[in-house]
Nanobody
Framework: QVELVESGGGLVQPGESLRLSCKVSANNFADLAIRWHRRAPGKSRELVARVNKYGYQYYPEFVGGRFTISRDFTEKTVYLQMNNLTPEDTGVYYC???????WGQGTQVTVSS
């Protein structure tokens, strides 16, 4: 059974950092492309980072070099390091196996002074 579990969210002040984790229980983890998305209050869900099985990373322009996605093949975990957070980064962050319907339950990130 495939399962994704996010963790690491919380309340931080502007300019601070967080590292989110996505634990993936899938036998073929090494072959998977994993995405991080977020849904801000009142907005549509949007992609924030992607990593494929070769380690190639993609970020949309609005990330501006502040986020880094990485994966640990031993732990079957994908991380999202987020630096210099702003209130606009507030939302629920989800991880997803690309091209599948497998999603985690989400972890709340709140950036506020």
């Amino acid at each position: 059974q495939v399962e994704l579990v996010e963790s690491g969210g919380g309340l931080v002040q502007p300019g601070e950092s967080l590292r989110l984790s996505c634990k993936v229980s899938a036998n073929n983890f090494a072959d998977l492309a994993i995405r991080w998305h977020r849904r801000a209050p009142g907005k549509s869900r949007e992609l924030v980072a992607r990593v494929n099985k070769y380690g190639y990373q993609y970020y949309p322009e609005f990330v501006g070099g502040r986020f880094t996605i990485s994966r640990d093949f031993t732990e079957k975990t994908v991380y999202l390091q987020m630096n210099n957070l702003t209130p606009e980064d507030t939302g629920v962050y989800y991880c997803n196996i690309e091209d599948t319907s497998y999603w985690g339950q989400g972890t709340q990130v709140t950036v506020s002074s």
